[in-house]
């Protein structure tokens, strides 16, 4: 089965509660259209994990990112391909998070995380960022 590397931005920031909060965007086109995930996509030859992110981050969101620690590297089987993405903790550097190619996007806690129906391979990294928020 080929191989798809994949780069997520889990997007950290406080709201006014001063709660941690984290930014999940819905997909608005293709075979997962309607799933959640976080914003990211595929790593093109030459770059790095980081680089990918953030270019990504500004094709999808119009958004400059901080790319911090990583958070996990998931790797899940799909029918038709393995998916082995990295995740990282970011935080936003300049921008209003535009949605361009996304249908819709919310500002989830530790409490509100699970309101959201997730990609298959994102269930287990949901767990980790719970723990870590
Ligand atoms: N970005 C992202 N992709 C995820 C997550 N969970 C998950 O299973 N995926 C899968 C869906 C896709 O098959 C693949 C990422 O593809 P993508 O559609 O975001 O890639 P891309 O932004 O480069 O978009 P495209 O040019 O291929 O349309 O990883 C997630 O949390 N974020
Ligand atoms: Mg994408």
Not at 26 to 39: C, H, L, N, S, V
Request: hydrophobic share 40%.
């Amino acid at each position: 089965m080929k191989t798809v590397r994949v780069v997520a931005a889990v997007i950290k920031a406080v709201n006014e509660n001063g709660e941690p909060i984290i930014f999940a965007t819905q997909r608005g086109y293709g075979e997962f259209k309607d799933g959640w995930e976080f914003p990211g996509g595929k790593i093109e030859e030459g770059e790095t994990p980081q680089d990918a992110l953030k270019r990504e981050i500004r094709e999808e969101l119009d958004t400059e990112i901080f790319v911090g620690e990583l958070i996990d590297t998931i790797e899940y089987d799909y029918p038709t391909f393995h998916l082995s993405m990295d995740c990282f903790w970011c935080e936003i550097v300049k921008g209003d998070l535009v949605l361009k190619e996304h249908e819709a996007a919310r500002w989830l806690n530790k409490k509100s995380m699970d309101d959201v129906d997730w990609l298959p391979a994102d269930i287990t990294l949901i767990e980790k960022v719970r723990e870590r928020l």
